[in-house]
């Protein structure tokens, strides 16, 4: 089978490296342009494309896909099958209908559940027990084609989402190339999804990130789970930025959302008389650490609050 490949990101790796295992014929692999990463702003390629030309494959980075070029250019590599992993663009109908077999998207969830671009982290995010991989047909919608094949993944408890990102990775390329074995040999089942019990996963952006500490322990450390790496769970410190990377759900009972409740181990209150265990932080300027080395260095007392919620926390103790 003739085949482009299209990715991004690392995500998309395994991928690509399980159909060159198999030997299938890959004729290009198209990826996203190259851009600047970092406080430098340095030009840097995407993890597909470094891939990709470490094993002599031809890479097309177009910006646009709905132009005339472009689709000339799929006409002619003449594939018998585009797969699709996570490359962030969507297809225009004459793509999708131009290889003999269609266009095989590999998506990180169990389809209709989540459809959009970041699916492993919402099912964090959400504190989903369960998640999964689907293959499906592509159509014009997002994420709304045919399911093929699919296989359920159990999340686990401290699990964040570059941890099942990787997992799901991994499993993501096995099913691809069942599904590929299974189209050739006409075996393959179409499910219609289910649009009534369809659910949106749409980008993460900073804001995203932000702590509500009236939410419980459990919830925020979902978020502090699906927000890693980005764009890290966050909340104000002293009128600085202070990124929570890891923590866990604590026994402490408190009634003062916000507020530090033990500096040894740090432990903050949240909402519904639970508390959150901080075990890996940063502070704006600072470099990333241990939350109790962070707490011994920047003086931290049990009267500290996070976030803006001090005035707030002020009048409570006024009232008693």
């Given amino acids: 089978m003739r085949i482009i490949f299209m990715g991004t990101p690392e995500f998309a790796i395994p991928s690509l490296e399980n159909l060159i295992k198999e030997n299938y014929e890959i004729c290009a692999v198209f990826t996203k342009p190259d851009k600047p990463q970092g406080r430098k702003k340095i030009i840097t390629p995407p993890p597909v494309k470094v891939f990709a030309q470490e094993h002599g494959l031809e890479v097309f980075q177009p910006e646009k896909l709905k132009i005339r070029e472009t689709s000339e250019l799929i006409e002619n590599l003449n594939p018998d099958a585009i797969v699709v992993v996570a490359y962030g663009k969507i297809l225009p109908k004459n793509i999708i209908d131009t290889p003999k077999y269609g266009c095989i998207n590999v998506h990180g969830s169990l389809l209709p559940q989540y459809r959009g671009a970041a699916p492993i982290q919402w099912s964090i995010i959400n504190g989903d027990k369960v ?29 964040t989402s570059e941890d099942l990102k990787k997992r799901l990775s991994v499993i993501g390329a096995d099913l691809l190339i069942k599904t590929l074995k299974e189209l050739e040999a006409g075996t393959l089942k ?14 993460l952006d900073k804001i995203n990130g932000d702590i509500d500490w009236e939410k419980t322990a459990q919830e925020i450390h979902n978020l502090v789970r699906g927000s890693n790496p980005w764009p890290i769970a966050h909340t104000l410190l002293r009128g600085k930025n202070f990124r929570i990377y890891k923590s866990k759900v604590s026994t402490y009972y408190s009634s003062c959302p916000g507020k530090i409740i033990s500096t040894d181990p740090l432990i903050v209150g949240c909402g519904g008389n639970t508390s959150l265990q901080l075990l890996e932080v940063q502070i704006e300027g600072k470099k990333r650490m241990a939350a109790g080395e962070f707490s011994r260095g920047y003086r931290l007392s049990s009267n500290t609050v996070l976030g803006n919620l001090q005035p707030r926390i002020q009048n409570k103790f006024e009232e008693v």
């Fill in 131 to 159: 998640t999964g991989i689907s293959t499906m047909f592509m159509d014009e919608g997002l994420d709304t084609g045919d399911i093929l094949l699919q296989s359920k993944v159990s999340i686990n408890d401290d699990e």
């Fill in 190 to 203: 179409r499910i219609k999804q289910d649009d009534t019990k369809a659910t949106l996963s749409p980008p």
